[in-house]
């Protein structure tokens, strides 16, 4: 099956510092990555699109500065998460899309625990 | 926006029960997929369903899409079946995937 991978699993960084976070579709091209966020307890909530050779696109309320998405390859999107602060602490997961035949499946990273000291 | 809600949102059942899970959206969707989050956070693809049943051993799901809801059965529970399942739907094959809530469901040994 289609298998998207994240990277790291878990970080811990002091406040202030940048995190950068992989998403690779590693049986299949994605143009098209998403970003998702969950707090504990609730559902995920969508971040940005990722497309590849161009912006992302960012939901309302998600601020383009500190969360910095660059998609350089049909298979590498990355999440990087700026001067973080501890409320910047959260579940970072991304997910591509596998199209073919009819079918626009989603697959999911295994997701990044984040948590800023 | 589409919204996507999920029922119930929580359910508490003795091990060998069977479930029923629903999940209601509002507008006319391309694509729906059931998903379980396991306690590391990870998502597991259940069913891509946008229409029809599927079955996958002691799990099957249906989406009535002209009725706009999904059922997801799970039949005889084992307590590894608890973690929270998630509807997840998109309206068009470029668009953004919108989560419901979330059923969180805890299987009793």
């Known amino acids: 099956g289609a298998v998207v991978s994240q990277h790291p699993s878990r970080v811990i960084c002091k406040s202030g510092t940048s995190v950068k976070i992989e998403c690779r579709s590693l049986?299949?091209?994605?143009?098209?990555m998403f970003w998702y966020r969950q707090f504990p307890k609730q559902s995920l909530m969508l971040m940005a699109t990722?497309?590849?050779?161009?912006?992302?696109?960012?939901e309302q309320g998600v601020e383009k500065d500190k969360f910095l998405i660059n998609h350089a390859s049909l298979t590498l999107s990355t999440l990087t998460v700026t001067s973080a602060h501890p409320e910047d602490s959260s579940f970072y997961i991304c997910?591509?899309?596998?199209f073919g035949r009819g079918n626009t499946e989603a697959f999911f990273g295994q997701g990044t625990r984040l948590t800023v000291v | 926006g589409i919204q996507v809600e999920q029922s119930p949102p929580d359910l508490i059942l003795q091990e060998g029960a069977n479930s029923t899970l629903r999940c209601n959206f509002s507008?006319?969707?391309?694509?729906l997929q059931w998903f379980h989050q396991n306690p590391w956070g990870q998502l597991i693809n259940l069913f891509y369903?946008?229409?029809g049943t599927k079955q996958n051993g002691r799990l099957s799901a249906t989406t009535v899409a002209t009725e706009r809801y999904s059922l997801l059965y799970i039949s005889s529970s084992q307590t590894t079946d608890s973690g929270v399942y998630f509807c997840?739907?998109?309206?068009?094959?470029?668009?953004?995937?919108?989560f419901g809530k979330g059923t969180r469901l805890h299987i009793l040994p």
């Open positions: 997910s591509a899309r596998r």
């Open positions: 049986d299949f091209q994605a143009t098209t």
């Open positions: 990722s497309n590849e050779g161009s912006k992302a696109t960012y």
């Open positions: 507008d006319s969707v391309n694509n």
């Open positions: 369903i946008p229409s």
């Open positions: 997840a739907v998109d309206m068009n094959r470029d668009d953004k995937i919108i």
